[in-house]
């Protein structure tokens, strides 16, 4: 049987129309996130390998690079064929004042890498064996073979030139020069990244003119960049960042990187995201001038979110009065002090939440499934929590409030304005 689910009363939604059904313990919705994929306007296609920039961007003579395709004038839409496309290919430049979506052509696998091109070159009396001269890689990935979470295969780093010789999938740096065998003794290509700290998103949108803007992704894996779609706060921000079945993966555990969507004055639709190794917050919503952003994440999952030394590590954050709406949420080993974080004013209605072995570090609030300061509020509906704190109001300004909830923790902890609605 299924059933509609109605959103509380209190609740100030200012997004669109969003309908939440039940049928025995699982909960979704039947938004229709395509109908913020931009229409209109010239569609160009991309292929790393076979394009060039200078064609004229049809399925036939495609370009090469996102980011030359992204200025072309007239172009809307970007359908990117099969392979790997470097940081340097893809929109972390800000891109402004333009509607706009990247996708990938058909079931083709697209990932955006932080690795530049490089020139391997064989090394002479040793098969298999390459090397390229003047690398700032501190680790190696292949990116052709990956887990569900869409996180490339990392080498294994080696003592010697010697040892990768006789193990394929290994590397070794020996001062600027690094060695590698690729895990099938394959001639290294774009799948294999050498990862250098490099401080940049692998999307940065900057919003549009009006409400009615948007950037629109789907079916793209953004893997070992230090963010993956950011949109930075400013004023005379609008528009809509869409993100269907996405994988962003960050580089490794505790490695140096921020938040995996970070969106600043502009709202926010997520579906079948997969987030995993961020070191800071899996989704950061925030308000700026422009009134209430609005995010709405429908079953968006993250693994392994938090740590790498921040002091504010969860997996869904809003700040500055922002309104979010998460469906069928599941949430697994977030290391950070709070899975799901909300202060300054801000409204969540979590429905079907999973939150999962997620045991913190200690700082802030220790590790709780919700927290709520500064006057939000929060409703969770049929939430399951296994494995750490349930929920606090830390400051006792906040709200929270729960019903048809599962909860499995070692110590629920119900502090201020906490009951069932």
């Known amino acids: 049987m299924i059933a509609r689910i109605t959103l509380p009363v209190a609740f100030e939604w200012p997004g669109p129309p969003v309908d939440v059904f039940r049928s025995c313990d699982r909960y979704f919705t039947d938004f229709a996130v395509s109908a913020y994929k931009p229409t209109g306007g010239a569609t160009a296609y991309v292929d790393p390998v076979n394009g060039d920039d200078n064609q004229s961007g049809a399925i036939d003579a495609p370009m090469r690079t996102v ?109 600027k020069t690094l060695y590698v065998q690729t895990i099938d003794a394959r001639v290294p290509d774009r799948a294999v990244m050498p990862r250098a700290w490099i401080d940049k998103a692998a999307i940065r949108w900057s919003g549009g003119a009006s409400p009615n803007s948007s950037l629109y992704l789907q079916n793209i894996s953004l893997v070992c960049t230090a963010r993956g779609i950011m949109c930075p706060l400013g004023l005379a921000r609008f528009g809509t960042v869409v993100v269907n079945n996405l994988r962003i993966a960050g580089p490794v555990p505790g490695a140096i990187c921020y938040d995996a969507i970070q969106v600043l004055g502009v709202n926010l639709i997520s579906k079948n995201t997969i987030i995993r190794y961020s070191a800071k917050d899996g989704y950061n919503i925030h308000s700026n001038s ?37 469906i069928g949420s599941y949430h697994e080993r977030t290391s950070g002090p709070v899975v799901c974080s909300m202060n300054a004013g801000t409204q969540h209605c979590a429905i079907g939440s999973i939150i999962m072995d997620c045991l913190g570090d200690g700082r802030l609030y220790g590790n709780l499934s919700f927290v709520a300061t500064g006057l939000a509020k929060l409703w969770v509906i049929g939430g399951q929590d296994h494995g750490c704190d349930f929920s606090a109001s830390v400051d006792g300004l906040a709200e929270i409030r729960y019903r048809d909830c599962e909860i499995n923790s070692p110590m629920a902890q119900f502090n201020g304005l906490i009951e069932p609605f």
């Open 67 to 175: 980011l030359a395709a992204a200025f072309r004038i007239g172009v809307t839409n970007v359908v990117c064929r099969g392979g790997y496309y470097y940081l340097s290919e893809t929109l972390n430049h800000t891109l402004v004042n333009k509607s706009f979506s990247i996708t990938a052509y058909q079931d083709e696998r697209v990932v955006f890498g932080p690795h530049e091109p490089l020139k391997w070159n064989p090394v002479i009396g040793k098969p298999g064996l390459f090397s390229v001269f003047g690398s700032a890689a501190v680790d190696v990935f292949d990116a052709a073979y990956d887990d569900e979470c869409g996180i490339p295969s990392k080498l294994v780093k080696r003592a010697s030139a010697k040892e990768v010789l006789n193990n394929p999938g290994s590397y070794f740096i020996d001062g």
């Open 290 to 326: 422009n009134g209430t952003p609005w995010a709405v994440l429908i079953n968006s999952r993250s693994f392994d979110v938090g740590g790498g030394g921040m002091i504010s590590c969860n997996g869904e954050t809003a700040h500055g009065g922002s309104r979010m709406l998460s």
